[in-house]
Structure formats: C-alpha cells, structure tokens
C-alpha cells in the first residue's frame, strides 16, 4: 500500500515558496503521491434562500492543473491526483487538454480522479446544467480517453460533439481516470470505467460491501481486479498512533493500493508543521 499526502489546501496560503517547500518535503519524506481537492467556487452563506455545505465562500481551494504543474516542476519522484475534479461541471475537451499537458510536464505522474459533485452554485456560474451530471460524466470519460489517443476522431454522443478533430500534443500513455464517491449509481459507473475508486468512508461493512460490488460488476463485465486501485484517505487530527495503525491496516486487509494522511484541520499553521505530521503518521504506519 503506497503512502501519500492530501494538500492542505485551505491552510498552506498562497506564498510560492511554502507550496514548493511543501511539495519538496512531502516528496523527500517518501511520499508517494498527493490529492489535492477541487471546488471553483464558494458560495456566500448570506445569499438568497441561504446556503449550508461542507465548505463556503471562505475556504480556499487552490485550482489543481496549476498548482500540480507548479509541483511537477520542482519535484521529481511524487506523483499528483485530483481528488476529486467535479468533472460534469467542465468543458470535457478543456480537461483533456489540461490533464494532457501535465502529463506530458510531469513525466506521467499524474492521475485523474473525478467526481459529479453536489454544489448547484458551481453548476450555475460555470453554465452548465446540475441534472444528469452523472451520465454526463460517463460520456465524458469516454471522450477523454478518445482525445488523448486518437490523432483525429468524430464523436456525436448526448452532451458532446467532435467532428474530426483532436488534441496536441497528447499524452505518451492513457492518462489513469479514478472516480470519487459511493453511491450505488457510481459504484457501477467506477467498476465499468474507472481504473480505480476514491472512497469517501473508512474501512467498514459499507466500504467492503462497495468492494465486493465493484468485483462483480468488473466480472460480468469481464473487466479484471487486477491493476484497480483503492485511494483511501486518513485523518491526521485527532488521532492517535494506535489509531492510525489500526485504520491503516484495515485499509490493506481490505486490499488498499494507496493511503494519503490529511493534516490539514489539525491546528497547523506552518509548512513545517505540516511536513512534522506527515513523518509522524509515516514513521507510525510503515513500522
């Protein structure tokens, strides 16, 4: 099971110098990748018929092809995932180009994870409609793995039309597309597309229940388990050793390929403080 850090996204600011210190010391402590997560947009509470969600307009996101290109240039082992891009939300074509092209500056390093999202706000200002986003994230996924492949291609699906056209320049290989969630809908969608899942649980029944699910439709389908990552994530704060330990292992027991440590929210206000917690999460769970 690959160790690896989520950005704190919401805690690390906007000095250039503490985002590459922090892609450098995450990567010098041997992590093997990093999640960033994704929202364009934070909704003002005060708006018309109010707002409730995980975050607002006053948490920071910082947007994930730039800051990964930013860290593929002054890292060279650490790979980088979305975790998760609200794809449906995007231009399809748009995202081809972007994730093509840190592909290629990154020597490879980069996966895809996406997701539909829940913020209607996003939805709304990017133009795009919030009904069927997962059917249109399905055609979007076969899209994408078209225009990183095809010199010149035609596709005429419900959401998207390409008539003999492609990128360039494209990626040496498939870029890897990793889905995000837990609905029974996109367990079905990540088994049949996906080349891995992004759980938003812990490892308990439900998580093993979404696992066994996901084998079968892989099997009826003929698709092969071999080679389907599991990218789990564990919480720093309010944690212990004994804690970390045990989660991380039933993660592996449950056949986890990929564990990133989220430090943010747990009272950090410095690069350091944040690389301090990862070696400590690391030197806890490698032994």
């Not at 419900?158 to 969630?181: M, N």
């Not at 944040?274 to 400590?280: N, R, V």
Request: proline share 5%.
């Amino acid at each position: 099971m690959k160790l690896g850090v989520v950005f704190p996204h919401n805690e690390i600011g906007t000095d250039p110098e503490a985002i590459k210190a922090y892609a450098q010391g995450a990567e010098e402590l041997g992590a093997d990748h990093m999640l960033i997560y994704d929202h364009v947009l934070g909704a003002d509470p005060d708006r018309p018929g109010g707002f409730r969600g995980p975050y607002d307009k006053d948490v920071a996101f910082h947007e994930p092809f730039t800051v990964f290109s930013f860290m593929a240039a002054v890292t060279s082992t650490i790979s980088f995932a979305t975790c998760v891009l609200i794809l449906p939300q995007r231009q399809t074509a748009l995202v081809a180009k972007q994730a093509a092209q840190l592909a290629i500056l990154s020597g490879n390093r980069f996966r895809l994870g996406i997701g539909s999202g829940w913020n209607h706000v996003e939805y709304e200002a990017l133009g795009v409609p919030f009904e069927h986003r997962g059917t249109r994230q399905s055609e979007q996924v076969k899209l994408l793995r078209e225009l990183w492949k095809e010199d010149s291609m035609s596709f005429n699906g419900d959401y998207h039309t390409v008539t003999k056209a492609s990128i360039l320049p494209r990626p040496s290989q498939s870029i890897p597309i990793w889905f995000g969630g837990g609905a029974r809908s996109l367990l079905r969608r990540c088994a049949q597309l996906g080349d891995g899942w992004m759980p938003i649980g812990v490892p308990n029944e439900t998580s093993a229940d979404a696992l066994s699910y996901m084998k079968e439709v892989r099997e009826n389908a003929g698709l092969s388990w071999e080679g389907f990552g599991i990218q789990a994530q564990a919480q720093f704060a309010r944690g212990t050793p004994e804690r970390w330990a045990r989660h991380a292992q039933s993660w592996k027991d449950m056949g986890c390929t990929h564990l990133a440590v989220a430090t943010h929210n747990a009272g950090h206000t410095s690069v350091a403080q944040h690389l301090d917690a990862i070696k400590t999460y690391f030197d806890v769970v490698n032994n």
